[in-house]
């Protein structure tokens, strides 16, 4: 298969690893980009799970919480241009669009499109959202919606950036006073800073520890081939926990914390047994605007030759 600039430049801003050795482990790999990265990583070339896609898509992520604290929803609208994003209109719109995915029962974007709109009975999401566009007069889509419930405590929430990143914090607990409140919306900030992927260590699969450990002990082999396997067990044990502390929430360092390595687990500990509390965060919610969409690169030096007739 041949490799071309455009696989050799995708594999670069996945992996972070140089063009050369990029093109050498696309032709390796006959062009898959997955072993291409696994090849990297085990050559210790790659940065584990960067991520491909670049953030473009203009929009804003609005959240939504019931009175009493108990349900709460994220939704991410996008549009065109920021400059629309932060137009008055475009954002009392996403107000409506987040009230009615507050109460829907749809499991998917598709049958909230299918809903009646409650703000106009006389058509449904989609048409509503059709009239914004052709009002606003850019392209706009709902994309996704997430609801939180939480009925033995409640759920917590913080707004970054002016909407551009949401986060939603599922707490549970028998105590519900101002600290408790506070820490949750610090856990809520941590996540828009930190990005976790999962809340705690028991809910990362097991094949995808096992298979890391595959991966970790190849590329120990390479750094030290003359290791015994205690000391290649000891390499790979150690990046594993390393990387878990990276990409679970509880396990995380607290970005508040004083001393710089107390984890999110222990300070929520810490507060809830202050506060004579059974506190446990259950789960969160992160929608970050544009996340993972592809945007079309624009030569704006081509563009405004273009624009000249030059």
């Known amino acids: 298969m041949a490799i071309t600039a455009a696989m050799v430049k995708e594999l670069r801003e996945m992996s972070g690893a140089g063009m050369m050795d990029c093109k050498k482990a696309l032709t390796a790999t006959e062009g898959d980009m997955d072993k291409a990265m ?3 990583r085990e050559k210790g070339l790659a940065t584990a799970q960067k991520k491909a896609g670049r953030i473009a898509a203009e929009g804003i992520v609005m959240l939504k919480v019931t009175d009493d604290g108990k349900k709460a929803v994220a939704v991410e609208v996008n549009a065109e241009t920021d400059f629309v994003a932060k137009n008055e209109k475009f954002q009392g719109y996403v107000a409506q669009v987040a009230e009615q995915a507050l109460e829907t029962s749809a499991a998917d974007v598709d049958a909230f499109l299918a809903e009646t709109w409650k703000f106009d009975t006389s058509k449904t999401v989609n048409e509503a959202l059709a009239g914004q566009i052709a009002v606003i007069g850019e392209n ?3 994309r996704r919606f997430q609801q939180v419930e939480e009925s033995n405590g409640f759920v917590a929430s913080y707004t970054h950036m002016g909407g551009k990143i949401g986060v939603l914090v599922d707490v549970e607990t028998d105590v519900v006073n101002d600290e ?3 820490m949750a919306k610090n856990v809520a900030m941590q996540v828009a800073a930190l990005k976790p992927q999962y809340t705690s260590r028991d809910e990362v699969d097991a094949a995808y520890i096992e298979h890391e450990k595959e991966i970790l002990t190849v590329q120990a082999k390479n750094e030290k081939p003359d290791a015994n396997d205690k000391i290649i067990n000891g390499m790979v044990m150690g990046r594993i926990n390393k990387e878990l502390k990276e990409i679970c929430l509880l396990d995380q360092v607290y970005v508040k914390a004083e001393d710089g390595k107390q984890p999110v687990g222990k300070y929520v500990e810490e507060v809830a ?3 004579g509390a059974k506190v446990t965060v259950k789960g969160f919610v992160r929608f970050e605007t544009g996340e993972g969409i592809e945007k079309k690169e624009e030569d704006f030096a081509a563009e405004v030759a ?4 030059m």
């Open 180 to 182: 408790i409140k506070e």
């Open 140 to 142: 706009m889509k709902i």
């Open 306 to 309: 273009k624009q000249m007739g």
């Open 273 to 275: 047994k202050a506060n």
């Open 38 to 40: 696994e090849f990297l």
